[in-house]
């Protein structure tokens, strides 16, 4: 049994619309707070993953110096970032509306997870841009970093990698949200009730984590795409050059490079962010109830 789920539609079984309106601006701002707030707190471990998937090399690229640069772009991307993928996944799981029991369940989710994914790199994609060559470069400011992009290469610059992230992404998606709603569910059938935020909490770190692991591969293609000189044939975009390009001069362990820390990171986030996302759509969905 899946966790009741906050509709977004203007009028739901009769809920005063007022009410879903006033609740889905809230709803998206709960999500905003809370993807910036874990974005933040974890950005140590994000640009130790980045330095370590740098083609310079980890000590190059910065070592542990200055793990706090490029936390301006962050902090600006975050909370938009968060609420365009909830505010987006959760309409289209409402839209594609099944019953819980339905086969087609996990389908929802992954076509929820991915459009959601689709809208939010519309935001995410520029901000982490500009954060990624902060991180391996401590000594620049993250305005002159966007300043530079813009003068250099234009509005485009910023959407270097976008395919690539989208690409990583949408795969991560389609393991981590169907793996934690599956999680809760079976979380809830064993013990005959609905999870409680902290077990919601528990089932996305592993799912993230797990997700994270899998990924890893698409993640240091994107990391090469968007760090790589302007004009090079890396920085053209190709995800499986990029792929062939570490595999030829590292192996597996470059494909690999940043595993540990980005699993870290993202069990963590997902711990925090989907055990608050969780709590919030619960006392989101009983208030609606108790409108009627």
């Known amino acids: 049994m899946e966790t ?13 619309s007022s009410f879903l309106v006033a609740s889905n601006i809230w709803f998206v701002n709960a999500g905003g707070v809370a993807g910036a707030s874990v974005d933040l707190i974890l950005f140590p471990l994000d ?6 998937q740098s083609p310079q090399g980890f000590k190059k690229a910065g070592g542990f110096r200055g793990i706090y640069a490029g936390v301006p772009s962050t902090a600006i991307g975050s909370f938009p970032n968060a609420a365009a993928f909830f505010l987006t996944y959760e309409y289209v799981k409402w839209f594609l509306h099944t019953d819980s029991s ?22 995410r994609v520029p901000s982490e ?31 270097r990698g976008y395919t690539s992230t989208v690409l990583r992404e949408i795969p991560f998606s389609l ?22 935020s902290w077990q919601s909490a528990v089932c996305g770190a592993f799912a993230g984590g797990f997700a994270a ?9 994107k990391t090469r795409i968007m760090l ?12 499986l050059s990029a792929l062939q390009g570490v595999w030829r001069s590292q192996g597996l362990t470059g494909l690999f490079a940043g595993v540990f820390p980005r699993m870290a990171a993202i069990s963590l986030g997902g711990f925090i962010f989907l055990g608050a996302y ?8 009983r208030a609606g109830r108790q409108s009627r």
């Open 129 to 159: 841009v500009v954060k990624q060559r902060a991180q391996v470069s401590a000594s620049s400011r993250t305005f002159q970093i966007f300043s530079n992009i813009l003068y250099e290469e234009g509005i485009q610059g910023l959407y």
């Open 228 to 239: 790589a000189k302007a004009g090079s044939s890396t920085a053209g975009g190709n995800v």
């Open 4 to 16: 009741t789920e906050f509709e977004f539609c203007l009028c739901v079984n009769g809920a005063d």
């Open 175 to 196: 393991v981590q949200f169907p793996l934690w709603e599956y999680l809760k569910a079976l979380w809830s059938w064993r013990q005959d009730h609905a999870v409680d």
């Open 102 to 123: 339905s086969y087609w369940m996990p389908t929802k989710h992954m076509l929820a997870a991915s459009a959601g994914e689709v809208v939010a790199c519309l935001i």
């Open 213 to 221: 692991a899998i990924t890893t591969p698409l993640d240091v293609a």
């Open 47 to 52: 640009t130790i993953k980045t330095r370590l």
């Open 278 to 285: 969780d709590q919030a759509r619960s006392v989101l969905s």
